[in-house]
């Protein structure tokens, strides 16, 4: 587990099991009767690396869901030119609950191939995120063109996705920006900065 609250403290309290609690430290095991307390908003702060990639931006953009505004503050990034539900996240689909009993991780790797093949009960088809990513990229290049050099703040799954649209279209870059946090990419055809991963993984 990851704290994930961007407004509110949280507090874990362990009934059972041994979950483990991921920090940029590393993993750390839980047990039963352990509790965790968190106060409201990132819990880690962007690595050195991450920072040296910012470069200060000509323009930003960002998700405007509020983890992802603070991940943008997080880097130094004080003024958003741009915020936007079109750079959010894809809601995984899920199912509504039942008797089968997995761990998370499984949970989501099997709903996340579901979706691929179609899947989306509760969330949205992988058509509809894919439509999304292809709309984004083509906002992107379009700021680019007026701006120079633009960075995007936004989440894992999309920046996946708006980054493939980009090279797609003939804007070369790194075909992953990294599957840890504050990880990022760059397309280059103007510098469209594609990829900052922020610290709350989806």
Known sequence: MRHAHS?????????????????????????????????AGILDRPPPETMAEMHHPNYVVCSDLWRSVESAHAVGLANMHVTDSLFRESVLPHFGGGPVTLPIAVWVTFCRLLW????????????????????????????????????????????????????ANGWPGLAKSGKRFWKCGVNDCGAVNCGLRENVKL
């Open 7 to 39: 407004k509110q403290d949280e507090f874990t309290y362990i009934l059972q099991g041994c979950p483990k609690l991921y920090t940029d430290a590393g993993p750390t095991p839980l047990l039963t009767v352990m509790c965790t307390g968190f106060k």
């Open 116 to 167: 691929l093949a179609g899947f989306s009960q509760n969330g949205k088809a992988y058509a509809a995120a894919n439509c999304r990513a292809r709309q984004a990229a083509t906002r992107l290049a379009g700021l680019a063109e007026a701006h120079g050099n633009v960075l995007l703040n936004c989440h894992g799954l999309m920046n996946y996705l708006i980054a493939q649209q980009l090279r």
